[in-house]
């Protein structure tokens, strides 16, 4: 498909072997050791980057450190850091449509979705600008006798964050990780994905454009065995935020306690969609595919099991089928598009591995179940249907792909009890048009993020965080000012 290739964006990628950002530069990596970035819908090979060495994270820290104590970045008031975040949400803004079309480069996702990603970005770096000069301790009676007292608490910067990253929404996780950090006086050294890491490097630059002192943000790219690791286990991070797989978040959260550092995962979700026996039938298969289709499904919260009343199920299950066969899957910049590709090569194998373990595993196909086309990572949306709740892998283990499975269930207790039938903890939606069953359900359903009559979206405001396997601690909201700062006590004798 023909599109036209932003000069920005081509003079970006005709670097074509990208460097690292350290100290408010690019610099060179020392290592010869790349990766080849894809893109998804064409899969050419966009750009190479370094698979940072230990020498270039270690530099990357040691800048993050150094900024954290010495330099301007310290001494900024705290309104003042205000304006540098707001000066670098102006600049993002101003560079929407190139980082938007970088993104669909990299990643995939369509346009439209791509330029709400750069907003969501935009809209979170200002309302953390907001918290700048809003951090708080308290004043505190204590009870020690022998002088009269004054007591209180204050928060202080965390220290160097090391922030890793996965590939599925970067700016957003780019800016979700960073716009607190900055908020709260921290330095970062930020790990995109491999798979995604292009987005990151641009918006790094782009804060040296406003005066963002140097070494306040890092950008390292690399694999997660090596760059990851490496800022896991280093001394001079104090604090590990890592959004990602269940699976890599327990060895992270290992090295993290292990070096005796503070962390927060945000890990994996099989969602669960419960539709109520009382809720508008209208209004639920359109809700349900957009829960599961958008971004390809390659979302945290995406609802990908749905538990439908016994006596409606056929119905819902047609038209939610119906909605997957006509989604029109084709290149993100195609305005035609409605779904784009799966992230890379790799992805799309693993999400076909799952299809095809539903269908032997006796799981029924109502819509997509197989690849599409010969060019490009693209898996149609898939809709399986398992009325008897069969214990299959497709219905307990995360896809994260545009596969949706069906469950039909038998009275509220059953459908509570069905939902929270998982070893994760993320996310649910609630489709009912009834206050008491509404409220019943609510006060017994195991996830962190509930959305009523809505398919679950984010909000900077509203804290993110999973239970069980799907994370430790939560993100966003006053949550993240808590994640970054640490808690001083004093008490001063007089
Ligand atoms: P992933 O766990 O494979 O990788 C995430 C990041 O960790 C990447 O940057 C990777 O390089 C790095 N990494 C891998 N191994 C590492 C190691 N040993 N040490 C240090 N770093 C390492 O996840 P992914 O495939 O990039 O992303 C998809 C996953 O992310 C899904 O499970 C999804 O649910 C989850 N996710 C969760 C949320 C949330 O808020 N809960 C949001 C988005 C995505």
Redesign the pocket.
């Known amino acids: 498909m023909e599109y036209k290739m932003l000069p920005k964006v081509e003079s970006f990628l005709n670097k074509n072997q990208l460097s690292l950002f350290i100290n408010g530069k690019q610099q060179a990596a020392q290592t010869d050791k790349l990766i080849a970035v894809h893109n998804p819908a064409t899969e050419d090979i966009l750009a190479y980057i370094p698979n940072a060495s230990s020498a270039d994270t270690e530099k990357a820290i040691k800048a993050a450190d150094k900024a954290l104590s010495l330099g301007k970045w310290p001494k900024l008031l705290a309104n003042q850091r205000e304006k540098m975040m707001l000066d670098y949400a102006n600049i993002i803004e101003k560079n929407e449509p190139e980082l938007a079309q970088l993104l669909v480069l990299e990643h995939g996702k369509l346009y439209v979705d791509a330029q709400k990603e750069v907003s969501a970005a935009v809209n979170c770096f200002r309302y953390y600008a907001g918290w700048a000069t809003k951090i708080e301790g308290s004043t505190l009676d204590v009870s020690l006798g022998g002088a009269d007292h004054f007591a209180y608490t204050k928060r202080e910067p965390i220290g160097v964050v090391g922030a890793?990253?996965?590939?599925?929404?970067p700016i957003m996780?780019y800016a979700w990780k960073i716009a607190p950090a900055l908020a709260c006086g921290c330095t970062i050294v930020f790990?995109?994905?491999?798979?995604t890491p292009l987005t990151a490097l641009f918006l790094a630059e782009l804060s040296a454009e406003v005066g963002i002192p140097e070494g306040v943000i890092n950008v390292v790219t690399?694999?997660?065995?090596n760059?990851?690791?490496d800022?896991?286990k280093h001394p001079l991070v104090s604090k590990i935020t890592?959004?990602?797989?269940?699976?890599?978040?327990k060895?992270?959260g290992q090295?993290a306690a292990k070096a005796l550092k503070d962390f927060t995962l945000?890990?994996?979700?099989k969602n669960p969609v419960l539709v109520l026996d009382d809720a508008d039938l209208n209004k639920v298969p359109k809700g349900a595919a957009k829960g599961i289709f958008y971004n390809q499904g390659?979302?945290?919260?995406s609802g990908s099991r749905i538990y439908l009343p016994k006596n409606k199920y056929d119905n819902l299950l047609g038209d939610i089928g119906e909605i997957a066969n006509n989604i029109k899957t084709g290149n993100g910049m195609d305005a035609s598009s409605q779904m784009g590709p799966l992230v890379s090569e790799k992805?799309m194998q693993n999400v076909m591995r799952y299809i095809d373990s539903g269908k032997t595993s006796g799981a029924e196909v109502i819509a997509g179940g197989s690849k599409l086309f010969n060019k490009g990572y693209y898996v149609a949306p898939t809709v399986f249907s398992n009325p008897d709740n069969k214990n299959i892998d497709i219905l307990t283990e995360?896809i994260?792909g545009p596969v949706i499975v069906a469950v039909a269930y038998d009275g509220i207790d059953d459908l509570i009890q069905k939902a929270n039938d998982t070893t994760y903890g993320?996310a649910a939606s609630v489709w009912t048009n009834n206050v008491s069953n509404m409220h019943k359900t609510l006060a017994k359903l195991n996830a962190g993020m509930i959305y009523v009559n809505s398919p679950v979206r984010s909000d900077p405001n509203l804290p993110?965080?999973?239970f069980n396997q799907?994370?430790i601690g939560n993100?966003l909201g006053s949550a993240s000012i808590k994640a970054y700062t640490r808690l001083k006590s004093v008490v001063i004798a007089y």
Not at 191 to 195: M, R
Not at 222 to 225: I, Q, R, V
Not at 266 to 269: P, R
């Open positions: 890793i990253a996965p590939w599925n929404v996780m790990k995109p994905s491999e798979e690399g694999d997660g065995e760059a990851g690791s800022i896991v890592f959004t990602g797989s269940t699976n890599v978040g060895i992270i090295g945000e890990l994996g979700g390659q979302v945290c919260v992805h995360e994260f993320l993110l965080g999973g799907s994370g993100e």
